[in-house]
């Protein structure tokens, strides 16, 4: 092969290499409109739906927030979100309290005491609690919980803690936002656990057994070492947890048992956002009801873009600090 | 970092009985947690199993419904087997596509400044409530035009799209470099390497993460109530119709007062549960065989 050939071959190039980099062109347009679609379709979302509860925005503006009415009776039409940010508040609240200590205790007991036989086993078993669908849940709930709640436990809080307000005289229904509550926290557990879990392993082992060499306890190590290092994972993890509680939507309207007024007690009906939509919908008498109910699914999307959003700034934080924090062990 | 309670004073020797036991505490209340999580899901497994038992038969899906029935002729819901069918198909064939392409563009062409804002608005999208989902299709497609099938697949579709994204990027990611920059070096256009040589060898990863978006979605019910749910007693492959499906129809037979829709809801939701719990764990397995394959390389 003379120099002569080799320069015609590498003037050459440029043709074929014009052809190929059109392909690139092509791919990337088209897995870019993609990626730019799914954005495109946040804020037609966030769009669409202020859109649709807009009738009700104009007629009751902020006060809607606030007010606890729902009287669809033609005429003397009043509707307010207030008893539902009520009951939203509550449900996800109290599911968050007891589930992050149960999460805390599956992600330590998975990380750091299982035997390594049990460890596989019960990760795939806590997920599979994610798997199931929360309209069975609910199901269950409605049928199953409830009742048994109902029957035993709801009278015995109420008898030995019945001095809280909280913790008030059961309703006869069976269906009560205690209910939910629970229902609420098996939902949530195993998403908060799996990302403790998960933390937790991320945790550097040079600083766990650095801890156990000062003669630490495993609990003290755990307390010590682990609990800081993570601890902005597990904010995240909570914040996520929470905004999956918020939003549920068909188990809680199984379960909650429904009701327009706020009341302190735990064993009583109400309904949150997300439950007063699906139980209300179909339901749904006027044009102005229709814009309130989705004016609730409004102020839902709001809450879950600010869970959303906080929480992915926390893990960014927390997993630049960390990438800093590695380095300096290296 | 800060390492509190690990100072001089709180690991004193003397102290050791006292430590013990609180640790002793602590590492029971971990394994009682681990315990009551496992027995959740036994507990509702088995008391769907328990219920469902009595009334599983074929009639469940080979029957309509009846409206109306006054008598104890069997009934099924074999139009609402079939709407979940055709709805999580149909939402299957939307997302899938798109939720790879999104995948390739921010592994294989994004700026990393673009691949970190598109990759928060996925994790919002995931985030989006399921019912605010169904409301946004609702003012989308429904009003003025009905209900349809359509509808309802396009609510699950955006439901699955940061589910198969997330996934495929996590498989893209496992690939070598040293694959792409082989190729790269012989010649092979960005594009023919993207999809000839990356993407097949992510093809499994990709199939989990599908399999396992669709086990979520087809428990979906918040988005079909607003999209496709007023719907009569027929079978139906229409999708330009409203469809029944297993998720709403265990919904509405859940608020009946009547004993005998509890004893359909129960079994469609042990069959729904089963196809779920199998297809999920399947998927899983899989997923763990791919990524020990792909890691080994």
Known sequence: ?330 | MSAQGLTGPNLRHDRLPRRRAVNRLMETLAWIAAAIAVGILGVVIFSVARHALPALNFNLITKDPIQFSLTNAPQGLRNAFVGTIVIVGIATLMALPVGILVAIYLNEFAPASIRNAVTMVLDVLNGVPAIVIGIFVFGLFVVGRGQSGFAGSFALACLMVPLVSRSTMEILALVPNSLREASLGLGVPHWRTTLSIVLPQSVGGILTGTVLAVARVAGETAPLLFTSSLVGTQTSWNPQHALQTIPVAIFELSESPDPADHARAWAAALVLLLFILFTSLGARWLANRNRSKLAAR
């Open chain 1, 1 to 330: 092969m003379t120099s002569a050939d080799l320069t015609a071959d590498a003037t050459r190039r440029p043709f074929t290499g014009r052809r190929l980099r059109f392909g690139d062109a092509v791919l990337q347009v088209v897995a870019g409109a993609a990626a730019l679609a799914v954005t495109v379709l946040v804020g037609l979302i966030v769009w669409k739906v202020f859109e649709q509860a807009w009738p009700a925005i104009q007629k009751y503006g902020l006060a809607f927030i606030t007010r606890v009415a729902w009287n669809p009776v033609l005429g003397r039409e009043l509707y307010g979100a207030g008893s539902f940010l009520f009951g939203t508040v509550v449900t996800s609240l109290g599911a968050l309290l007891l589930a992050a200590p149960l999460a805390m205790g599956i992600a330590l007991f998975l990380t750091e005491l299982a035997p390594k036989a049990l460890r596989g086993p019960v990760t795939a078993l806590v997920e599979t609690l994610a798997a199931i669908p929360s309209v069975v849940l609910g199901l269950w709930g409605i049928l199953v919980l409830g009742p048994v709640l109902r029957s035993t436990v709801e009278p015995w809080l109420h008898s030995a803690f019945g001095f809280i307000p909280l913790f008030g005289e059961p309703s006869s229904a069976g269906a009560s936002m205690f209910t939910a509550i629970i229902v609420l926290t098996i939902m949530i557990l195993p998403i908060v656990s799996s990302i403790s879990r998960e933390l937790f392993l991320g945790v550097p082992h040079d600083l766990k057994e650095g801890a156990l060499a000062l003669g630490t306890t495993r609990w003290e190590m755990v307390r010590g070492v682990i609990f800081p290092y993570s601890s902005g994972g597990i904010a995240a993890a909570l914040i996520l947890g929470l905004g999956r509680a918020l939003g549920e939507a068909i188990a809680v309207t199984q379960v909650i048992g429904g009701g327009v007024s706020i009341q302190w007690n735990l064993f009583a009906g109400g309904d949150s956002l997300a439950s007063k939509i699906a139980a209300s919908y179909q339901g749904a008498t006027s044009n102005l009801e229709t814009a309130s109910l989705i004016y609730l699914g409004a102020i839902l999307l709001v809450f879950s873009l600010i869970v959303n959003v906080v929480a992915q700034w926390i893990v960014r934080r927390s997993a630049r600090k960390h990438g800093i924090t590695r380095g300096g062990h290296a």
